[in-house]
């Protein structure tokens, strides 16, 4: 729930706080502020308590890694779920998880039946429900807001949770010390009811498509494969996995520095997090100006030098005054990159595809986050604490440095939303909507004038139609008449391939239009559509996928 990302128009301008004119997005982002502030509290209380029953420096820092490996095993699924059913099912099914186990929980300390591992069960139960809600809400942001206040949308996003920050672990600390853990855990639960009443009272249009839904393997086919085609996807989230993974030392042993270091307790520790809050919200409120001036990739560069400065200087100091400075500069590097690596999924990804391209991201990026508590705490366990945060400084160097490999490109408009607009072509048997393999064929022809620029084309469409669905995709030129060429692709059923081209973009549709002005014939280039027969063994013909003859 601290990735959230943020980027894009000044947060002082008046377009940065249109969004909230929207009546529902106003609504769900004010409940949604409530609920972290809840869940900053209960990270403070959970990480304290954990660091009172438990000798081991490794069970503390677990509590990390049982917070965001959730979102690596569920995310996947969850965002297939965000795109395939109905947005604010998903998320008020998420809610309602981390509404149960917070309450489960709460009763669990209240009766003294809470043990390291049954705490870091709990709280997997309600990281779980948040991996559950967190793909369908971000996709939902450009269901619910306009076009263009896309952007101000997500950035919203980004500075709301971390001025929450900037008060929640403060707050959460006050409450542990004041009223005691069972009273922190209580108001929390209480704070997760709030966007649970929320989401069921708002609802909002979703544009409807009329294919029927995917199954859930093809559509987290579809999504994994689409990222997996987009370079910028790719680098994005290679670049927020190992910064997930290096930098989390910081807070995942903060616990251990609060109490070995700094010799302080649960308020200092809550100081010290909100520090690191404050420092994230003035970054965030001066991304803008930031982008405006520095490149992706130079941001970037400093948020990892900004957290390993803070982590380095976590290992020398034994002062609480210089810690929360260190926390502060931590803070502005941690949601400065995260507003990179995050903006970029986000502007890179269709409307078909967003809550998919989006998990995945939460998935891969948590799951460095779970690797990187585990091996921080392991180090800090096994050799010293100053070692482990020594380490984490050295490994966010080298994710700066690998900006050669995966750098961050620049994107100020999101990717096209899809036509939806297609008129399927007349066929002359009746086909089921699982029939299939389709394998759809188009003929051209080029002069030899102009094969390099007609294959330097076909590449890119070859890429386009293979991220929307195609598959086997080829390019055949005839030996006997070296000026006819044909493109050949499959997709599994009909269905399949109607949904192919729902999802080209106008972009699309003009590269059609360039290649086919590449064509030397008479008359546009002929596309052909074929069913597969595939035949058994003994030659009898397997119709288990194939069409309905008309007779």
Same mark, same amino acid.
């Given at each position: 729930m601290g990735k959230v990302a943020g980027a894009g128009p000044d947060p002082f301008s008046p377009r940065t706080f249109a969004p909230l004119r929207n009546l529902t997005f106003r609504s769900i982002w004010l409940a949604t502020q409530v609920s972290s502030l809840g869940w900053l509290m209960q990270t403070v209380a959970i990480s304290w308590l954990m660091a009172t029953i438990s000798t081991s420096d490794l069970m503390v820092a677990l509590v990390q890694a049982s917070s965001n490996l959730p979102a690596f095993i569920l995310s996947v699924f969850a965002g297939a779920l965000a795109d395939n059913f109905s947005r604010r099912r998903v998320m008020f099914a998420g809610r309602c998880i981390m509404v149960v186990a917070s309450a489960m929980l709460t009763a669990s300390v209240a009766l003294g039946f809470a043990d390291p591992w049954m705490i870091l069960g709990f709280s997997f139960l309600i990281a779980g429900g948040g991996a559950l809600n967190d793909p369908a809400w971000q996709a939902s942001v450009g269901d619910i807001v306009d076009r263009r206040d896309v952007p101000a949308a997500v950035t919203l996003l980004s500075v709301g949770f971390n001025t929450v920050r900037t008060v929640g672990p403060a707050l959460g600390g006050i409450v542990v010390a004041s009223f005691g853990l069972v009273t922190?855990?209580?108001?929390?639960?209480?704070?997760?009811?709030?966007?649970?009443?929320?989401?069921?009272?708002?609802?909002?249009?979703?544009?409807?498509?009329?294919?029927?839904?995917?199954?859930?393997?093809?559509?987290?086919?579809?999504?994994?494969?689409?990222?997996?085609?987009?370079?910028?996807?790719?680098?994005?989230?290679?670049?927020?996995?190992?910064?997930?993974?290096?930098?989390?030392?910081?807070?995942?042993?903060?616990?251990?520095?609060?109490?070995?270091?700094?010799?302080?307790?649960?308020?200092?520790?809550?100081?010290?997090?909100?520090?690191?809050?404050?420092?994230?919200?003035?970054?965030?409120?001066?991304?803008?100006?930031?982008?405006?001036?520095?490149?992706?990739?130079?941001?970037?560069?400093?948020?990892?030098?900004?957290?390993?400065?803070? $982590? @380095?200087? #976590? /290992? &020398?100091?034994? %002062?609480?005054?210089?810690?929360?400075?260190?926390? *502060?500069? +931590?803070?502005?590097?941690?949601?400065?990159?995260?507003?990179?690596?995050?903006?970029?999924?986000?502007?890179?990804?269709?409307?078909?595809?967003?809550?998919?391209?989006?998990?995945?991201?939460?998935?891969?990026?948590?799951?460095?986050?779970?690797?990187?508590?585990?091996?921080?705490?392991?180090?800090?366990?096994?050799? $010293? @604490?100053? #070692? /482990? &945060?020594?380490? %984490?400084?050295?490994?966010?160097?080298?994710?700066? *440095?690998? +900006?050669?490999?995966?750098?961050?490109?620049?994107?100020?408009?999101?990717?096209?939303?899809?036509?939806?607009?297609?008129?399927?072509?007349?066929?002359?048997?009746?086909?089921?909507?699982?029939?299939?393999?389709?394998?759809?064929?188009?003929?051209?022809?080029?002069?030899?004038?102009?094969?390099?620029?007609?294959?330097?084309?076909?590449?890119?469409?070859?890429?386009?139609?293979?991220?929307?669905?195609?598959?086997?995709?080829?390019?055949?030129?005839?030996?006997?008449?070296?000026?006819?060429?044909?493109?050949?692709?499959?997709?599994?059923?009909?269905?399949?391939?109607?949904r192919l081209n729902h999802r080209l973009t106008t972009e699309d549709k003009e590269l059609d239009e360039r290649i086919f002005r590449l064509h030397a014939g008479e008359v546009p280039p002929q596309m052909t559509l074929w069913i597969e027969r595939p035949t058994s063994p003994t030659g009898k013909a397997d119709r288990s996928n194939s069409y309905v003859p008309r007779h």
């Amino acid at each position: 729930m601290g990735k959230v990302a943020g980027a894009g128009p000044d947060p002082f301008s008046p377009r940065t706080f249109a969004p909230l004119r929207n009546l529902t997005f106003r609504s769900i982002w004010l409940a949604t502020q409530v609920s972290s502030l809840g869940w900053l509290m209960q990270t403070v209380a959970i990480s304290w308590l954990m660091a009172t029953i438990s000798t081991s420096d490794l069970m503390v820092a677990l509590v990390q890694a049982s917070s965001n490996l959730p979102a690596f095993i569920l995310s996947v699924f969850a965002g297939a779920l965000a795109d395939n059913f109905s947005r604010r099912r998903v998320m008020f099914a998420g809610r309602c998880i981390m509404v149960v186990a917070s309450a489960m929980l709460t009763a669990s300390v209240a009766l003294g039946f809470a043990d390291p591992w049954m705490i870091l069960g709990f709280s997997f139960l309600i990281a779980g429900g948040g991996a559950l809600n967190d793909p369908a809400w971000q996709a939902s942001v450009g269901d619910i807001v306009d076009r263009r206040d896309v952007p101000a949308a997500v950035t919203l996003l980004s500075v709301g949770f971390n001025t929450v920050r900037t008060v929640g672990p403060a707050l959460g600390g006050i409450v542990v010390a004041s009223f005691g853990l069972v009273t922190a855990l209580a108001v929390t639960t209480l704070g997760y009811l709030v966007p649970l009443v929320t989401i069921w009272r708002c609802k909002w249009k979703v544009r409807s498509s009329p294919l029927p839904r995917e199954p859930m393997a093809t559509a987290i086919y579809d999504g994994l494969r689409f990222t997996a085609m987009s370079s910028e996807i790719k680098a994005a989230i290679a670049r927020g996995t190992l910064f997930g993974l290096a930098s989390i030392a910081i807070l995942a042993l903060l616990p251990l520095v609060v109490r070995d270091q700094l010799g302080g307790g649960p308020i200092a520790y809550g100081a010290l997090m909100a520090g690191f809050g404050t420092g994230a919200v003035i970054a965030g409120i001066s991304n803008s100006l930031f982008r405006r001036s520095l490149s992706q990739e130079r941001l970037m560069t400093l948020a990892c030098v900004a957290c390993a400065t803070c $982590s @380095l200087s #976590l /290992a &020398l100091t034994s %002062s609480i005054a210089v810690a929360a400075i260190a926390l *502060a500069l +931590g803070g502005a590097g941690w949601v400065t990159a995260w507003s990179g690596v995050g903006v970029s999924v986000q502007l890179a990804s269709p409307r078909w595809v967003v809550g998919r391209t989006i998990s995945i991201y939460y998935a891969l990026i948590d799951g460095g986050i779970a690797a990187g508590s585990w091996v921080w705490g392991t180090v800090a366990q096994n050799y $010293s @604490l100053n #070692l /482990a &945060l020594e380490g %984490s400084a050295g490994a966010l160097l080298l994710v700066a *440095a690998a +900006g050669v490999v995966f750098p961050l490109r620049e994107r100020h408009d999101s990717e096209p939303d899809p036509l939806d607009e297609f008129d399927a072509p007349a066929v002359a048997l009746k086909l089921k909507p699982r029939s299939g393999p389709i394998v759809v064929k188009v003929e051209y022809l080029i002069a030899e004038q102009n094969v390099e620029v007609f294959l330097d084309l076909m590449r890119e469409r070859r890429h386009v139609h293979s991220r929307v669905g195609a598959r086997r995709w080829t390019l055949q030129r005839n030996l006997q008449k070296p000026n006819q060429w044909t493109e050949a692709f499959q997709t599994p059923t009909w269905t399949d391939y109607l949904r192919l081209n729902h999802r080209l973009t106008t972009e699309d549709k003009e590269l059609d239009e360039r290649i086919f002005r590449l064509h030397a014939g008479e008359v546009p280039p002929q596309m052909t559509l074929w069913i597969e027969r595939p035949t058994s063994p003994t030659g009898k013909a397997d119709r288990s996928n194939s069409y309905v003859p008309r007779h």
